[in-house]
């Protein structure tokens, strides 16, 4: 097969967009996810999401607002919960992952006929990207450029020493919740390219990589987007010349990513020793 012949078609120019766009919000998002160790919070962010995807199913409207909606509140009430009551981050991110996941099974199971768009949500169709959700994913990713880069000292305090933070009048509750909430959008946003089975691998695995290479978080950002790109395009590339589902053959591809970033790593220690 010609490896030229699918940059020719337009869902394909339209898959490689969502793939820079997903690259660049997976790179700032993951980055900090990992540096704050957040990633379960993600998940329950991401499985909750669900909820409102049976609910948009189920009432005819779009199944990306119905996980958005539910994806952002979510992050918020796991946010207040964990910070201004009693009950424990890991109970409340339990919680809601239960319920969003319930909800949307519930809502899925009453409506009738198949439903293809969840479908799509659940394993994700990069190649079936529409104009709106690159224009979507676009927006998001300027926001998060500019976000970064406007109080990048701030995330950077609130990543690495939440105490030292809290002491030095930075806004943390700031920080805190418009992160969580822009974690939010960035789940469901990605959810197009992988599915929320796999979307939070999407936003780990390249972060995760980078941090073998760089402990420090401007750097892991650069890093994790470049990962995320090779990962994205590649894993793209090979599911349209081997007829595989896009969104676990791009995950597939960056877990290869990473184990051959960290058998070179391995190989240089022992010829360093």
């Keep these: 097969m010609n490896l030229i012949e699918p940059f020719g078609y337009v869902f394909f120019q339209h898959a490689l967009l969502a793939s820079v766009f997903s690259a660049i919000i997976c790179g700032f998002i993951g ?39 539910f994806a952002l509140v979510s992050a918020l009430v796991v946010e207040y919960l964990s910070k201004r009551t009693e009950v424990r981050e ?15 099974i519930i809502f899925t199971f009453l409506s009738p006929g198949y439903a293809p768009n969840l479908m799509s949500g659940l394993f994700g169709s990069i190649l079936a990207v529409s104009n709106t959700e690159l224009w979507l ?11 970064f880069i406007q109080f990048f000292p701030a995330i950077l305090a609130v990543a690495f020493d939440m105490e030292y933070a809290s002491t030095h009048h930075i806004p943390v509750n700031f920080i805190n919740y418009s992160l969580i909430s822009l974690i939010a959008l960035a789940i469901v946003l ?35 987007i470049a990962l995320g790109l090779a990962g994205n395009v590649l894993g793209l590339i090979f599911s349209y010349l ?16 990473f184990g051959i970033v960290r058998l070179c790593i391995s190989l240089r220690e022992t010829h360093t020793a």
């Design 31 to 69: 980055a900090y996810i990992v540096s704050r160790r957040m990633v379960f919070i993600s998940g329950g962010i991401t499985h909750a999401s669900f909820g409102g995807m049976g609910l948009a199913y189920f009432f005819g409207f779009n199944y990306l607002l119905g996980a958005a909606v």
């Design 242 to 257: 081997l007829n595989l589902p896009s969104g676990a053959t791009i995950i597939v591809t960056h877990i290869l990513i």
């Design 137 to 147: 994913m676009a927006v998001l990713a300027i926001i998060i450029i500019l976000f």
């Design 190 to 224: 990605n959810i197009r390219v992988s599915g929320i089975i796999l979307v939070l691998a999407m936003m780990t695995i390249p972060p995760v990589t980078a941090n073998l290479l760089t402990k420090r978080l401007k750097p892991m950002i650069l890093l994790s």
């Design 90 to 104: 890991d109970s409340a991110i339990g919680m809601l992952w239960s319920l969003g996941m319930a909800i949307g």
